[in-house]
């Protein structure tokens, strides 16, 4: 059995909200979702602390733990899902699998992107346990290094790296995880906004280091969306 856990920090302007929640129901899967204030949406349990990322672990932690079924999707509030993305199934439950057919948009442009290697939390999928028992293994090292809200993205956790299984412990990890991709039939669209947790990174001067395979797209092109009629753009 398969389900869905979803994370928010109630920020979301509309009708990035309603439509990003309206495609995730779609899905017809369980789901178990995480808020720092109340939400109807799914099985919602409130993690009480301020914005930022050891609080989005905890949230992670809290929805994993509500979750039904053996596999979870992870899904954020401003990512758009196609139905396409849930027919997946982990062929092994010790893997962290990443759907790679994802566009990143910056909300109202004409324009998308996307390159190699861009592999998102929010397209991840793996067994529940198995990602349960990594978050809290990434909960106790935040403890441990004694990261606070104030704290703004400390360069160890950077190193850490934020998708599981993308990091060896040589390399600065905390587990020895191995990841793996897929690609739906149909992309997930990355919206970012001026909200958005990470940095928006939709253009080349937005990174140090080039990635490869650079490519942009109109939005009318994207196969299997309409991101103008649906936002009304």
């Not at 990035?16 to 919602?44: C, D, T, Y």
């Not at 905890?58 to 733990?65: F, G």
């Not at 899904?75 to 893997?95: A, G, Q, R």
Request: hydrophobic share 35%; proline share 6%; aromatic share 12%.
């Amino acid at each position: 059995m398969k389900s869905i856990i979803y994370y928010t920090d109630n920020e979301l302007d509309e009708p990035l909200n309603s439509i990003v929640q309206m495609h995730i129901h779609r899905s017809n899967l369980p789901i178990a979702s995480a808020s720092l204030k109340p939400i109807r949406f799914g099985e919602n349990v409130v993690v009480e602390g301020e914005r930022g990322y050891p609080t989005m672990v905890n949230q992670i932690i809290a929805a994993l733990e509500t979750a039904v079924g053996n596999h979870v999707f992870f899904c954020e509030h401003d990512v758009l899902y196609h139905p396409s993305h849930f027919t997946f199934t982990p062929p092994k439950d010790n893997i962290f699998y990443y759907n790679e057919n994802v566009w990143r948009w910056l909300y109202g442009s004409n324009q998308a992107m996307r390159h190699d290697r861009m592999i998102p939390l929010s397209s991840m999928c793996a067994n529940r346990e198995f990602a349960l028992e990594h978050y809290r293994l990434r909960a106790a090292r935040i403890k441990e290094k004694g990261w606070t809200q104030d704290s703004k993205d400390p360069k160890w956790v950077r190193v850490m790296g934020y998708e599981p299984g993308t990091k060896k412990k040589k390399r600065g990890g905390i587990t020895d995880d191995d990841f793996e991709t897929w690609s739906s039939d149909f992309p997930l669209i990355d919206i970012r906004h001026d909200k958005t947790f990470s940095p928006p990174k939709v253009s080349l001067r937005d990174f140090t280091h080039k990635p490869k395979n650079w490519r942009e797209l109109p939005i009318e092109k994207i196969v299997g969306w309409d991101l103008k009629e649906l936002f009304k753009l």
